[in-house]
C-alpha cells in the first residue's frame, strides 16, 4: 500500500502535465530534415533545377542522409514543406502535387524513401489556404488524412494561415481525429499555439492532447539574431510551455538552420546545443548535399544528440542570467544534468564564467563527474563541493556540460535541485 503510493507519486512528478497524443510517435524529439528555411517556395526547375521544390530534391536529400551518416545518427524524416501543391483539387476533390515537379506523385517518393530506410514527411494548412497560397485542408480534413495514409506519407506539419483564429483548436482537432481514423502512424506537428498567442493563451493540455509537437514562435531565419529571439521567447514564456513537454509531444522551436549562411561556428553551436537542452525537434533545413565537415561534425555530434534524445523526456529551461552569460539545464536520466553556459556579449573575446558563482548552483555533493561536450570534449574529472570551474566562452558561443552525481545517497544534490519546487522557485526569482 505504501510502496503503491509511493510509486504513483514519483509517476506523477515525473510526468508531464498532461496526455500526450495517443499514436505511439515522437517519443523523443523528431530528427530529420525540412526543406523550409532553406529552399523556400523555390518552383522554378527550368532555371534552379538543382533547389526547387521537387520530387528529385527530396530523393537526393535521402540518399545523402544514407550515404553520409545522417540516418546512423538518428536523421530519420525527410519532409516537404509548403509550395509542393497543384494550385487545383483532383475531380475526386483530392489535393495533388505539381505534376511536373513531382511526376512521380507523393506515393512514388514515400515508396523511394521508404527504401532507404526513412521516413517522408508533408505539409498542409489548417485554413483555406496554405501560407504560399496553395489549397488548405479547411473543410477536407478526412479527405486529405485518408490521401496522405493513401500516399503512405509519415508526418504531417499542419500550418495554420487562413484560419479563423476562433476555429483553429476545432481544426487542429478534427485533423488529429482524422489522422487517426486512417489506422496510419502519421506523426502530427501543429502550429496552433503560434497562431493563436496574437489572441489568447493556448489551451498547452489541449494542445498536448492533439499534437505531437507544436510550434510556439515566429520562423526561424538564418542568423543569430533570429535564433537569440527564439530563445528569449522560450525562456519567457518557459514556466508555460515547459511542463507540457514530454514523450510524445514536445515544443517545437522550429528547424535547425546550421550548414547554411548566417551562423557563426559559435553560434551554430550554440542553435545545436540550446536545442537539444529544450528536447527539441531537430529538423535541419540546409543543403546536405552541400555542407561543410565542421557543421556536419556538430549536427552528427552523439553526445548532443543523446542529450536531445534522452529517455526522461524532460525539457529543460533557463536557471540563471548573469554578467551577460546565460544559464540553462536540462534534467537527464540517471539523476545527471546537461548544462549550457551562453555567452550573450557580442563583443570583445572569449570570457570566464565560474560555475560555482552561478547565482543558485549548488554545488557537488559529495561528487561529481563533470564532462564538457562543447567546444570540445573534454574530462573534466570528479568534482568535490571545494572545486572551482571555470569555463571560457567565446561570444555568443556556449559550453555544454553533463553532470553526473556520484552518490548513491538519494539526498543527492541534482536529485534535490529537479525535485525541489522551492528552490526552482528561488531561482526562478534571479531571472
Ligand atoms: C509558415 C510556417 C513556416 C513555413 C511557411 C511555408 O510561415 O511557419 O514554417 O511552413 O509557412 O509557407
Known amino acids: 500500500m505504501c510502496r ?15 496526455e500526450a497524443l495517443d499514436n505511439g510517435l515522437a517519443l523523443k524529439p523528431t530528427m530529420g530534415w525540412l526543406h523550409w528555411e532553406r529552399f523556400l517556395c523555390n518552383i522554378d526547375c527550368d532555371k534552379d533545377p538543382n533547389n526547387c521544390i521537387s520530387e528529385r530534391l527530396y530523393m537526393q536529400m535521402a540518399d ?23 494550385r487545383q483539387r483532383d475531380a475526386q476533390g483530392r489535393l495533388q502535387a505539381d505534376p511536373k515537379r513531382f511526376p512521380g506523385g507523393i506515393k512514388k517518393l514515400a515508396d523511394y524513401v521508404h527504401s532507404k530506410g526513412l521516413k517522408l514527411g508533408i505539409y498542409a494548412d489548417v485554413g483555406k489556404n496554405t501560407c504560399a497560397g496553395y489549397p488548405g485542408s479547411l473543410g477536407y480534413y478526412e479527405t486529405d488524412a485518408q490521401t496522405f495514409a493513401d500516399w503512405d506519407v509519415d ?22 481525429k482524422a489522422l487517426n481514423k486512417t489506422g496510419h502512424s502519421i506523426l502530427y506537428s501543429c502550429e496552433w499555439p503560434l497562431y493563436e498567442w496574437t489572441f489568447q493563451k493556448p489551451n498547452y493540455t489541449a494542445i498536448r492532447e492533439t499534437c505531437n509537437h507544436w510550434r510556439n514562435f515566429a520562423d526561424v531565419y538564418d542568423s543569430w539574431s533570429s535564433v537569440k529571439s527564439i530563445l528569449e521567447w522560450t525562456a519567457s514564456h518557459q514556466d508555460v510551455i515547459v511542463p507540457s513537454a514530454g514523450p510524445g509531444g514536445w515544443n517545437d522551436p522550429d528547424m535547425l538552420v546550421i550548414g547554411n549562411f548566417g551562423l557563426s561556428r559559435d553560434q551554430q ?3 545545436m546545443a540550446l536545442w537539444a537542452i529544450m528536447a527539441a525537434p531537430l529538423l535541419m533545413s540546409n543543403d546536405l548535399r552541400d555542407i ?7 549536427l552528427q555530434n552523439r553526445l548532443i544528440i ?16 548573469v554578467d551577460s552569460f546565460e544559464v540553462w539545464e536540462r534534467p537527464l536520466s540517471g539523476n545527471r544534468l546537461a548544462v549550457a553556459m551562453l555567452n550573450m556579449q557580442e563583443i570583445g573575446g572569449p570570457r ?14 559529495p561528487l ?10 573534454k574530462e573534466m574529472g570528479l568534482q568535490t563541493p571545494h572545486s572551482k570551474m571555470v569555463v571560457s566562452v567565446n561570444p555568443s558561443g556556449t559550453t555544454l556540460l553533463t553532470i553526473t552525481p556520484i552518490s548513491s545517497n538519494s539526498q543527492g544534490l541534482y536529485k534535490l535541485h529537479w525535485q525541489d519546487t522551492s528552490v526552482k522557485q528561488k531561482r526562478a526569482t534571479i531571472l
Open 4 to 18: 503503491c503510493a509511493l510509486l504513483l507519486g514519483l509517476i506523477v512528478v515525473m510526468s508531464p502535465a498532461a
Open 368 to 377: 561529481c563527474n563533470v564532462t564538457q561536450i562543447l567546444p570540445q570534449y
Open 269 to 271: 553551436e550554440s542553435q
Open 352 to 365: 570566464r564564467l565560474v560555475i560555482e558563482a552561478v547565482p543558485g548552483w549548488r554545488k557537488c555533493n
Open 155 to 176: 508526418l504531417l506539419k499542419f500550418d495554420g494561415c487562413f484560419m479563423d483564429w476562433n476555429l483553429l483548436g476545432e481544426g487542429y482537432v478534427n485533423m488529429s
Open 292 to 298: 561543410c565537415p565542421r557543421s556536419k561534425e556538430l
Open 306 to 321: 543523446a542529450i536531445s534524445q534522452d529517455s526522461l523526456g524532460k525539457q529543460g529551461y533557463r536557471t540563471a542570467k
Open 64 to 86: 545523402v542522409m544514407v550515404k553520409e551518416g545522417w540516418k546512423e545518427a538518428g536523421y530519420e524524416y525527410v519532409c516537404i514543406d509548403d509550395c509542393w501543391l497543384s
